[in-house]
């Protein structure tokens, strides 16, 4: 696995408690588009979090982005959040 995946999934360990967290990247799907850059990544964050799932799914996804927002500046250009039980 890319070593940035692996940082942002220690970094959510570390931040908030989370059970399990997959990342699957898709930036493939986005190639053609016309803002598409190489050195950007477009990701999907499944998650499962008994915490995450107690607050409202803004709330939740907030709080991710918070803990990601260096990320979300220089390396994500996209950010899906899924969060389960």
Same mark, same amino acid.
């Given at each position: 696995? $890319?070593?940035?995946?692996? =940082?942002?999934?220690?970094?959510?360990?570390?931040?908030?408690?989370?059970?399990?967290?997959?990342?699957? =990247? $898709?930036?493939?799907?986005?190639?053609?588009?016309?803002?598409?850059?190489?050195?950007?990544?477009?990701?999907?964050?499944?998650?499962?979090?008994?915490?995450? $799932?107690?607050?409202?799914?803004?709330?939740?996804?907030?709080?991710?982005?918070?803990?990601?927002? =260096?990320?979300?500046?220089?390396?994500?250009?996209?950010?899906?959040?899924?969060?389960?039980?």
């Amino acid at each position: 696995m $890319n070593n940035f995946f692996e =940082d942002i999934i220690t970094k959510l360990k570390k931040e908030i408690e989370i059970e399990q967290i997959e990342i699957v =990247d $898709n930036s493939h799907k986005h190639v053609k588009h016309k803002l598409f850059s190489r050195n950007k990544f477009y990701l999907h964050l499944r998650i499962k979090s008994l915490y995450l $799932n107690s607050l409202s799914r803004v709330t939740a996804q907030k709080e991710v982005m918070k803990v990601l927002k =260096d990320e979300l500046s220089n390396k994500i250009h996209a950010l899906e959040i899924s969060i389960e039980q």
